[in-house]
């Protein structure tokens, strides 16, 4: 299994030859807004999974794909958390301003209903602000349906294939930023952020549902602009 510090070590390194570690292949990198100017940039991430559970019990990577499942009845990634149960990959480059982008290839098994399968979370913010700047939610309708939230609807029909998500943030440190989501390269929403705080991306499955939520990833890339 790839190690955060093997990837990042990596990537350094693929940087390094002018061929970056997980670039997406050229037709998604296409699939980019003409005029911006992002740059790919390493990352490294910890797996968050039950705190009473081996990694491997929840989380495996074989042949550039990260698998990660979980079921509603799993304790939280850290004893005595309120929080519902998850396996993310969550990636230890903070921001509070600028511009950052997270890519990748998502499959979802049909019948999954709940997870939360990527998000921006919020540290560090205001009193009384939401923890979170975006969820992609997703719930078994229409053959599966990738939400942000309960309401805004990113796709549906995407049970058991391969689809390219893009969320684009440009942060403001001390106001409202705004958001792009992309599905297969088509800009699906723009929303605006919760306002100034310490963020990252997260993928996996942070499941509110009910049975085992499961979800893939591959060609997982980090952008900076």
């Known amino acids: 299994m790839e190690t955060p510090a093997l990837h990042t070590r990596r990537s350094v390194l693929a940087l390094a030859l002018t061929a970056p570690l997980l670039v997406a292949p050229a037709a998604q990198a296409l699939a980019q ?3 911006a100017q992002w740059v790919s940039a390493p990352y490294s991430y910890t797996v968050q999974k039950p705190h009473n559970l081996a990694q491997s019990a929840r989380y495996k990577f074989e042949g550039g794909i990260h698998t990660m499942w979980v079921y509603d009845y799993d304790q939280p990634h850290t004893p005595g958390s309120p929080t519902d149960p998850r396996t993310e990959l969550r990636f230890n480059q903070e921001y509070t301003s600028g511009s950052r982008a997270w890519q990748g290839e998502i499959y979802i098994p049909s019948g999954v209903s709940g997870p939360t399968v990527v998000q921006i979370l919020r540290e560090n913010r205001p009193a009384g602000t939401r923890a979170t700047d975006i969820m992609l939610n997703v719930a078994n309708i229409n053959g599966g349906t990738l939400r942000k939230d309960s309401n805004q609807v990113v796709a549906t029909g995407i049970y058991n294939k391969w689809f390219t998500i893009r969320v684009e943030h440009t942060a403001n440190a001390s106001g409202r930023g705004a958001i792009r989501t992309y599905f297969n390269g088509s ?12 963020r990252y991306f997260k993928n996996g499955v942070y499941h509110h549902g009910s049975g085992r939520a499961e979800a893939r990833f591959r060609n997982i890339t980090y952008w900076r602009q």
């Open 33 to 35: 807004p003409p005029s």
């Open 187 to 198: 800009l699906k929403l723009t929303t605006q952020d919760e306002g100034p705080a310490n």
